[in-house]
């Protein structure tokens, strides 16, 4: 038996092996390299209170200041909200809220009068919003098929299997299909087929509902007793990318009739996507209120921009102050769920819409550092000329 011999190599750490064969074989040693063996300059604080009090410090000055003017701009955003679910007696949907099921054949329409105690300046938006609509289940949020609603026309006639049970109906494919588009908002009432109840907590499967958002009309009471609708804008509320990018028609074909042949619509539909708007740049899968409703919401409670109220007359508010009143056809019954529903006109500014949380939490940390500053500061003084004593006497 014949010994190996080693040959080691300090410059790059390579070690080779011969063996009777005459073969080399490499060790697993890593490369002698200041990478691989760890020995690049490294930069290592030494933390003294010299360092640490002025980071506190400069910490608190810089996030309260942008704190407090974070929390100042979102309270200047104006916003109302009114709920129509119509679970008082006092509510004018109570009636249509306690009459109309999923069973009806005729939508309910309520009529809510309101005052609007401050004028609303540049473009005012409209959401719908819902409570306890459980958006964000698994089954829901696969349901959906988003190479058919990219305009792919293999998966239009062949609509995934994450579409079950709404990929085809009456041996047609459902364009769009799935649970997400079955459930979109259309002025159509159906009962719902499956739900699940864990203790308080609802998760309705699948079929779940249509007719999210009522129609909703905004009239402006004029003192002299004229009633004056508020032109509202459907378009633009939908993110680019999903118009431009995620959302295409099959064909630029304008006749989508013709595209959409040999499909149904889903089940609970009213009409087929290729009839949601008279506007050929908003009908089909690129309508944009499909879009908003198929980017689901991550939270029970959730809002949904429906409407842009835009600003003609750099002279008059969009919306002046006084009465107003909201026309809302109610299609979508929530006592099923125990859901809410509301309406919100909300401005904006440079950061967004309302939202005091990042301004709270930057006053938060900035204030939480300073008071450390101010206790370590307190703390070096009464202790560190003491430290530094003993140093010197030993």
């Not at 959906?144 to 109906?169: F, I, T, V, W």
């Amino acid at each position: 038996m014949m010994a190996s011999s080693y040959n080691a190599k300090d410059e790059d750490g390579h070690i080779t092996v011969s063996g009777p064969g005459g073969g080399t074989l490499r060790s697993k040693k890593p490369e002698n390299t200041a990478f691989k063996q760890q020995r690049l300059p490294a930069w290592q604080p030494i933390l003294t209170a010299g360092t640490v009090l002025p980071a506190f410090f400069i910490i608190g000055l810089i996030f309260i200041p942008i704190g407090i003017g974070l929390y100042v701009t979102s309270n200047n955003i104006k916003e109302f909200e009114i709920d129509y679910t119509g679970v008082d007696m006092s509510s004018p949907c109570f009636n249509c809220s306690q009459n109309f099921s999923w069973n009806s054949t005729r939508p309910c329409t309520c009529t809510i009068p309101f005052y609007l105690d401050q004028p609303y300046e540049n473009n005012v938006f409209m959401y719908y919003g819902l409570s306890n609509f459980y958006q964000n289940h698994r089954r829901y949020v696969k349901s959906r098929d988003d190479s058919q609603l990219n305009g792919d026309l293999e998966s239009l006639m062949k609509p995934s299997k994450e579409c079950e049970p709404y990929a085809y109906h009456e041996n047609k494919p459902i364009a769009p299909c799935g649970a997400i588009a079955n459930s979109m908002f259309n002025g159509e009432p159906v009962s719902c087929c499956a739900h699940q109840t864990h203790s308080s907590f609802h998760l309705y499967l699948i079929c779940l509902f249509t007719s999210l958002a009522d129609t909703l009309e905004l009239f402006y009471n004029d003192p002299n007793g004229t009633k004056i609708q508020i032109p509202m804008t459907a378009t633009g509320i939908a993110w680019w990318t999903d118009k431009h990018v995620k959302f295409r028609n099959p064909t630029d074909n304008a006749n989508l009739t013709a595209v959409f042949q040999g499909t149904t619509k889903p089940v609970n539909w009213r009409r087929p996507v290729y009839e949601l708007d008279t506007d050929p740049q908003n009908n089909g899968f690129i309508n944009e209120d499909f879009i908003v409703w198929m980017r689901t919401a991550a939270l029970p409670t959730f809002r949904k921009l429906y409407r842009i109220i835009p600003k003609k007359n750099s002279m008059v508010p969009t919306l002046l102050r006084g009465n107003y009143t909201l026309e809302v056809v109610y299609n979508y019954p929530v006592r099923s769920f125990e859901g809410r529903k509301r309406m919100i006109l909300s401005t904006i500014s440079w950061m967004g819409g309302k939202n005091p949380f990042l301004g709270i939490a930057y006053i938060t940390v900035g204030s939480v550092c300073f008071f450390l500053g101010v206790v370590l500061l307190i703390i070096h003084h009464k202790y560190g000329n003491r430290n530094n004593s003993a140093d010197i006497a030993n």
